[in-house]
């Protein structure tokens, strides 16, 4: 792997290195990847879910798409290091596959996911096609907005909070447009490995009332995701983030992604630790 910092790196180059890391490598009865370390030493939570479905997929029934996962962080993933992966059929149906995968580093677990394959039926011609309202009126496109680098593979184009109601909360607490702007293959199972990465994406937004500063004090427990949609993440997302219960020192959030037609491509719900500072 390159020792190159990502941030001196060619948008072709970010995408190559990216794709190393979500490359999984059969050994015995695992498949072995290494976490990437320019996130420092802790994994961000979207990479291991991308490594994830990069290792869920490996073995993908034929003609079945990923469409649905949930999650549970169990212990920070060091950056840098080997993460072994082991997946575990539950049930092959005629419509659906479940399977469940543990991921283990330095003989530990560090996540466990159950996750399901289908292929997307014939619902379409029949009239139930429905979307939830569209992408709010006055959100400006990419193109009218400053464009900059987030983290591997990705730039993005930050639109930021909705404004507060009267009582104080916000419809939207996190909100932006993403995509990778270096041309990927045609693998739907890497794309859809890439959307998992970005719904963990939420920036503060978990955090409603103290929307400035950084992450810290904000840990994911547990990740569910649901991709509607075959996605081309070449194409620019719209990600409108919403904050729905900050109680007990956890908070939940909830997540859509919207393709520039304003269809749902790709939902989410997240429940994390809150820790105040000290």
């Known amino acids: 792997m390159s020792t190159q910092a990502p941030e001196s790196m060619s948008a072709e180059e970010r995408a190559s290195l990216v794709r190393a890391h979500l490359a999984v490598t059969p050994r015995d009865d695992v498949l072995v990847a290494t976490a990437p370390d320019w996130f ?18 490996h073995a ?19 950056g840098g290091e080997e993460v072994r992966y082991q997946n575990e059929v539950v049930r092959v149906g005629r419509t659906f596959s479940t399977t469940a995968l543990r991921a283990e580093q330095n003989g530990k677990p560090v996540l466990t996911m159950t996750f399901s394959f289908t292929d997307d039926g014939d619902g379409d011609r029949d009239g139930y096609v429905y979307d939830l309202g569209a992408i709010g009126t006055g959100v400006p496109l990419p193109e009218d907005v400053e464009v900059g680098d987030g983290p591997p593979p990705w730039e993005a184009a930050g639109i930021g909070p909705s404004d507060p109601a009267r009582d ?5 607490t996190h909100r932006m447009w993403f995509r990778v702007p270096a041309p990927l293959p045609d693998d739907p199972h890497l794309h ?3 959307m998992a990465y970005a719904t963990d994406w939420t920036g503060v937004g978990g955090r409603p009332l103290h929307l400035e500063g950084d992450t810290q004090g904000m840990i994911s427990l547990d990740h569910a995701a649901w991709f509607h949609r075959p996605a081309n993440v070449n ?3 719209f990600y409108d983030v919403q904050s729905l219960v900050n109680a007990g020192g956890r908070g939940l959030v909830r997540g859509v992604v919207r393709d520039r037609e304003g269809r749902v491509v790709a939902s989410m719900a997240q429940e994390m630790l809150l820790i105040p500072p000290a």
């Not at 104080?168 to 939207?172: K, M």
């Open 40 to 57: 420092g030493p802790v994994l961000f939570g979207g990479f291991v879910l991308a490594q994830a479905v990069a290792a869920a997929t």
């Open 192 to 194: 859809t490995a890439l």
């Open 168 to 172: 104080g909360t916000r419809e939207s």
């Open 235 to 237: 194409e620019w997302h």
């Open 60 to 78: 993908a029934p034929p003609g079945r798409r990923l469409h649905s996962l949930h999650a549970y962080f169990l212990r920070p993933v060091a």
